[in-house]
């Protein structure tokens, strides 16, 4: 696990091009899940639609060459938000994260159990964009594999069990 902390600029991007969110993140390290950012309450957040700012801390987890990432809240936030999008790349120098936003999401509210967010979001865009037949297959799998994935119950799969809480814990 290697730690630092880095200006990182997060391009979130629908399937058009058009933006969904865009913010800077603190780059806090990496581990074998990934690359994790760290967001405080109250950064500014732009989209196509306006801004907002951060209504709480939070880590996010961008892995290697998956179709998701996943952020992880302090409370009262939800405990964890998946985004299905396409795999996120990074720039040359690592300063900017770019990905394409896919509308599913797969939320744990605190204290309960994982659901799927944006069904209806993404039957929208999937025609109103016109996804092709493998995106929209992987956005698919990809959602199935994290609501199983994300569970509460049982054994718990990480880095959706408790390694978060460490990263959650260096911003909060």
Known sequence: M???????LVDIRKYDGSLSAQWTAARLGEDEHGVWLGTVQG?????ATGGWTSRFAYVMLV??????TATFCADPGPEMYCDVCMVPEWNADGTVLRTV??????????????L?????????????????????DKARQTCEWLMEAGRRRGD???????VYRHWLGLIG
Not at 43 to 47: G, I
Not at 63 to 68: I, L, Q
Not at 116 to 135: A, C, K, L, S, T
């Open 43 to 47: 950064v500014p957040v732009s989209s």
């Open 63 to 68: 892995p290697r060459g998956e179709w998701w």
């Open 156 to 162: 718990g799969v990480e880095p959706f069990a408790s």
């Open 101 to 114: 936003d896919l509308d599913l999401d797969v939320v744990r509210p605190r204290g309960g159990e994982a």
């Open 2 to 8: 290697t730690t630092e902390s880095n200006s990182v």
């Open 116 to 136: 799927i967010q944006d069904e209806d979001e993404f039957d929208e865009h999937r025609v109103h964009y016109g996804y092709p037949d493998n995106v929209i």
